[in-house]
């Protein structure tokens, strides 16, 4: 019994010792971990902000302009030339609304 004891306390013993070995190796914990994953997005961003930046500069240096009727015919066209259907034709005064239903019937 006494030899059944012994060796129940140097597994115990031998199992702390394993315990407080792995406790020396810190493993990463949850805290440090987000923070390098923030600090990857936020290099990401920079990045992406960068190449937007980039992009805007590019656009402003270029000499962007409307396209005109002149840039795509040749020549000065007038508006109806362009679109005679756009411009609106002459409207009549107005329409009498007819009366429909029960009042249709009624005489004065």
Known sequence: MEAKRAAIVAAVVSA?????AKAAVKLP???SCAEDAESKRAVQMEAKRAAVQAAVAAARKADVRKV???DL????????QLDPGSIAP???DFR??????LTK????
């Open 16 to 20: 702390r010792k394993e315990e407080a």
């Open 105 to 108: 019937f009624i005489k004065p």
């Open 68 to 70: 005109t009727a002149m």
């Open 73 to 80: 015919f040749g020549q000065e066209l007038s508006r109806q």
């Open 96 to 101: 009498m609304q007819g009366n429909y239903g």
């Open 29 to 31: 914990d949850a805290a």
């Open 90 to 92: 002459e409207v009549k």
